[in-house]
């Protein structure tokens, strides 16, 4: 009996002793597969995996406009073996959009590193007839409530976007949430709904083959990978709303599980295969250190905290 609990007493020490990560790592996406999200996670997850030494899993988690997901991962042991996919929605709409949030989007995660940055696009059915986006603004005024936009869920970014598109353009139309960027994105395929403004990582392959029609972008300049393309605010003044992407663990990860991960984002993202894969889904990478995440998470948070108090867009759905 001695030397059997010796034995379990040396094979725990030696557990303990291994450097991270010593099992598998599991990587929680708050979206559905096929996403924006979904696409930069198995990106990430392949070459971590390969650089780990473990296989990285991606696990998908969508609903509540990514609140479930991130809830789940606020909930895991912080030991750098459960990590999140962030999202613009996670970290700084839902704090504004909902009190009633099952985690804190500040306390509950300690960042790793940003991933990847954009410029969502703007795309409409291919039968529609609209063209651009002030044909989109007058077709949406001839027709109140009648046009249908796409998000990803409530309180995501392309629900804002809507919103934001119909206050400022002084317009009407419907919201339908779906669970992520994908469904929502073959509905307006379909033509049950008419429009959807999301990333061109979710959209791009959709565009490229012409199923749907993309009428702009939606930061204050033309995003680099869709130079053709105007923003919205060339004809609805003001309008700005970026998209981000970033990795993070639950709180008190310890801070050489941390260092590690940052580590492998860092050289993940600047392999040259990687590198382009990412610019041709139309984003821009964007890894840094721990503190700078953490920095522009804030920022974020209260630009669009002002943003959602000026517009008064409140969550009905």
Do not use: C
Not at 26 to 55: N, T, Y
Not at 144 to 163: K, R
């Amino acid at each position: 009996m001695r030397a059997f609990l010796f034995a379990l007493l040396f094979a725990a020490v030696n557990a303990a002793a291994q450097p991270y990560p010593a099992k598998p790592v599991r990587l929680l996406v708050a979206d559905a597969a096929g996403g924006a999200p979904d696409q930069l996670a198995r990106i990430l997850a392949q070459k971590m995996s390969e650089g780990f030494g473990q296989q990285v899993i991606v696990d998908n988690r969508p609903g509540a406009g990514g609140a479930i997901g991130a809830d789940l991962a606020a909930k895991s042991p912080p030991d750098g073996y459960t990590l999140l996919l962030s999202t613009t929605a996670i970290w700084a709409l839902l704090p504004s959009l909902r009190k009633d949030l099952p985690y804190d989007a500040a306390r509950d995660f300690v960042p790793i590193s940003r991933v990847a940055t954009t410029s969502n696009v703007l795309v409409v059915n291919a039968s529609l007839p609209a063209k651009s986006v002030a044909e989109l603004v007058q077709l949406a005024k001839s027709r109140p409530g009648a046009i249908n936009y796409a998000s990803a869920g409530v309180g995501t970014p392309a629900h804002l976007a809507g919103e934001m598109l119909n206050l400022l353009a002084g317009i009407k139309m419907t919201h339908i949430p779906y669970k992520g960027a994908a469904p929502g994105l073959l509905d307006v395929i379909a033509g049950n709904a008419q429009l959807i403004i999301t990333s061109p990582i979710a959209a791009g392959a959709h565009m490229n083959a012409g199923r749907v029609r993309a009428l702009a972008t939606t930061g204050a300049e033309r995003n680099p990978s869709l130079p053709d393309l105007p923003p919205i605010a060339d004809t609805v003044p003001g309008y700005e709303i970026t998209q981000s992407w970033g990795i993070v663990a639950p709180a008190a990860t310890p801070q050489p599980v941390v260092r590690r991960l940052n580590d492998e984002v860092i050289r993940v993202l600047n392999v040259a295969d990687v590198k382009e894969r990412v610019l041709k889904m139309g984003a821009v990478p964007a890894a840094g250190s721990p503190q700078a995440f953490e920095a522009f998470m804030a920022r974020e948070r209260s630009r669009l905290a002002e943003v959602i108090a000026k517009s008064g867009i409140v969550l009905t759905d």
